[in-house]
C-alpha cells in the first residue's frame, strides 16, 4: 500500500492489469527506433529481439528485476554466447527497459543496476594485420580495374570509412584545394548524415591521387557522374 501511494504521489502508479508484458514494449520501442537509426542498426536489434528475449517476452515489465537481469545474462554466458554479442545483447535489453521507464511502465531500469558481464582474461582482441608499403603497391598495381584500384587508393590514402567512402559524390571534391569533404555515408542501399560534427570533415589529397581520381573522372560511366 505504501509503494502505490508513493507511485501515486509521484505520478507514475499504473494498474497491474494495465502493464504491458516485455515484448508489447519492446515492439513499441522498436517502432520508435525504426525512425531514428540506421538500417544495419535496426536489423541488429530485431535479431535480438527475435531469438534472445523468449524467456522474459511473456513477464510483465514491472516484474523484471534485477536479479532476472542477472540471471538472463548469466544464462547468456553459461551457453558460453561471445562476450561482445552478449554486451550488444544488453544495449538493445538497456534500451526497451529504458523506454518502460520514460512511457511510465515501471520506475527505474533493472538492466542499469544489473552487474555486467566481464571478460575472464583469456579473450584475444583480434589482430589487425596491416599491409605494408611494398604489399601496398603490389596490390595497387595487380589490380586492373580502374574503379577497384581508385577505391583502393582511395581506401589506402584517406584512411576514410567504407560508408563514407561509397557516399562520395564528385561534388564533394576540391579540386583547387585538394581535398575530399566527407559530408554523408551509404550503407545498406540508404543514404545517411555522418555519425558525429567530427566525421564531417576535409581530408588532404596528395598529388598522385588527384591524378587517379582525375583520370576516374574522365573514365567513369555517365551513370556514375554524380557519384566517386
Known amino acids: 500500500m505504501r509503494e502505490i501511494e508513493d507511485q501515486l504521489a509521484r505520478g507514475i502508479y499504473l494498474p497491474d492489469k494495465k502493464i504491458p508484458i516485455f515484448s508489447k514494449v519492446a515492439k513499441e520501442w522498436f517502432e520508435y527506433k525504426k525512425l531514428n537509426v540506421r538500417a544495419s542498426t535496426l536489423k541488429m536489434h530485431r535479431g535480438h529481439l527475435k531469438h534472445h528475449f523468449q524467456n522474459i517476452d511473456n513477464i510483465k515489465v514491472n516484474r523484471i528485476t534485477t536479479a532476472k537481469v542477472e540471471k538472463f545474462i548469466t544464462d547468456k554466458q553459461t551457453n558460453d ?16 527497459m529504458n523506454y518502460a521507464v520514460r512511457h511510465k511502465y515501471i520506475d527505474h531500469n533493472p538492466v542499469r543496476d544489473a552487474e555486467k558481464p566481464k571478460g575472464q582474461g583469456g579473450e584475444e582482441k583480434e589482430h589487425i594485420r596491416i599491409l605494408n608499403p611494398s604489399e601496398i603497391n603490389a596490390l595497387l598495381a595487380s589490380e586492373k580495374n580502374q574503379k577497384y584500384r581508385t577505391l583502393f587508393m582511395l581506401t589506402i590514402f584517406t584512411g576514410a570509412r567504407q560508408g563514407e567512402l561509397f557516399g562520395l559524390k564528385w561534388s564533394d571534391l576540391d579540386w583547387f584545394n585538394n581535398q575530399m569533404h566527407v559530408q554523408r555515408t551509404y550503407n545498406t542501399g540508404a543514404w545517411y548524415k555522418p555519425k558525429s560534427k567530427r566525421s564531417n570533415r576535409k581530408i588532404d589529397l596528395g598529388p598522385e591521387m588527384i591524378t587517379e581520381l582525375k583520370r576516374w573522372k574522365i573514365a567513369c560511366p555517365p551513370a556514375s557522374e554524380r557519384n566517386v
Open 81 to 96: 554466447m561471445n562476450l561482445t554479442a552478449l554486451r550488444k545483447i544488453i544495449v538493445t535489453f538497456n534500451q526497451v
